[in-house]
């Protein structure tokens, strides 16, 4: 079955770090470009960082630049979202999902998703 499992998200202070996982089931990423997003409550899903299974590439957000790094373990089949400097705007589920294409600063998602995982900076 193809599927991607997120986890690592929990409650943190301002200024903390935190490491997401995101590991794929049925398939590798050798082909594919896998993606962080998120969403905030009343808010819509945004792209943070994304990386290129086959090159290695990678992209992040303006609001996340020189916090958040992504990684991939090719060898596990799994992603990994790098969080630092962690702040209360930064609170979100965060998701991964394959990429279909980055186009302008806007990462366009292929239709796989994880259920997500939830990520709150807070004091």
């Known amino acids: 079955q193809v599927q991607l499992v997120e986890s690592g998200g929990e409650l943190v202070q301002p200024g903390g770090s935190l490491t997401l996982s995101c590991a794929a089931f049925?398939?590798?990423?050798?082909?594919?470009?896998i993606g962080w997003f998120r969403q905030a409550p009343g808010k819509e899903r945004e792209g943070v960082s994304c990386?290129?299974?086959?090159?290695?590439?990678?992209y992040y957000a303006d609001f996340v630049k020189g916090r958040f790094t992504i990684s991939m373990d090719n060898a596990k089949n799994t992603v990994f979202l790098q969080m630092n400097s962690l702040k209360p705007e930064d609170t979100a589920v965060y998701f991964c999902?394959?990429?279909?294409?980055?186009?302008?600063?806007?990462?366009?998602?292929?239709?796989?998703w994880g259920q997500g995982t939830h990520v709150t900076v807070s004091s």
């Open positions: 990386i290129s299974g086959a090159l290695g590439s990678t």
């Open positions: 999902g394959t990429v279909d294409r980055l186009d302008a600063a806007t990462m366009y998602p292929s239709g796989l």
């Open positions: 049925g398939f590798t990423f050798d082909d594919y470009a």
